[in-house]
């Protein structure tokens, strides 16, 4: 799923189905050509040291808990949920090609 493409919630869905809610905790992320990524961290990982492993990436959410629904089929059969993680993250996606850095987004979605 790429940001600059109009990127679709069946798109989105899909990523988030292809992870396990009950494994890890997870980060949902965008590199520099507006590519978005899911990935799980392991046990002992902190955001900053997830970040430190992707230094192309340009903009993130912040993590999905392990265990809270947000990530796994449940979550991507949630079309209102996903709704509006997408809205967030294309909304986002101008202001971050603008601006040099990574920018991490802080909103409840």
Same mark, same amino acid.
């Given at each position: 799923?790429?940001?600059?493409?109009?990127?679709?919630?069946?798109?989105?869905?899909?990523?988030?189905?292809?992870?396990?809610?009950?494994?890890?905790?997870?980060?949902?992320?965008?590199?520099?050509?507006?590519?978005?990524?899911?990935?799980?961290? *392991?046990?002992?990982?902190?955001?900053?040291?997830?970040?430190?492993?992707?230094?192309?990436?340009?903009?993130?959410?912040?993590?999905?808990?392990? *265990?809270?629904?947000?990530?796994?089929?449940?979550?991507?059969?949630?079309?209102?949920?996903?709704?509006?993680?997408?809205?967030?993250?294309?909304?986002?996606? *101008?202001?971050?090609?603008?601006?040099?850095?990574?920018?991490?987004?802080?909103?409840?979605?």
């Amino acid at each position: 799923m790429n940001l600059n493409n109009q990127p679709t919630i069946d798109q989105l869905a899909r990523l988030f189905a292809a992870r396990k809610d009950s494994l890890d905790s997870h980060i949902l992320w965008v590199c520099e050509e507006g590519n978005v990524h899911m990935d799980g961290l *392991g046990a002992c990982t902190e955001e900053e040291q997830f970040e430190s492993q992707h230094p192309h990436m340009r903009a993130r959410l912040k993590m999905y808990r392990k *265990g809270h629904g947000y990530v796994g089929k449940k979550a991507a059969a949630d079309k209102q949920f996903l709704g509006q993680v997408l809205e967030t993250l294309s909304s986002e996606w *101008g202001a971050v090609q603008q601006a040099p850095g990574l920018r991490v987004i802080d909103k409840l979605c």
